[in-house]
């Protein structure tokens, strides 16, 4: 029981310290699928 509860208290520390960090990055969906370099053009 004492893994258990350790494996679950470290699941949780895992996900909010992952929410924090990929909250700081300046990425987002709309900036990476959203270039204009990638256009392609008929001449």
Known sequence: MKAFL????GLVV???GANL????LPFS?????ESK????LDD
């Open 14 to 16: 895992i996900t909010v």
């Open 6 to 9: 350790c494996a679950m208290v």
């Open 29 to 33: 969906s709309a900036d990476v699928s």
């Open 37 to 40: 370099a990638n256009v392609r």
């Open 21 to 24: 960090v990929l909250d700081q």
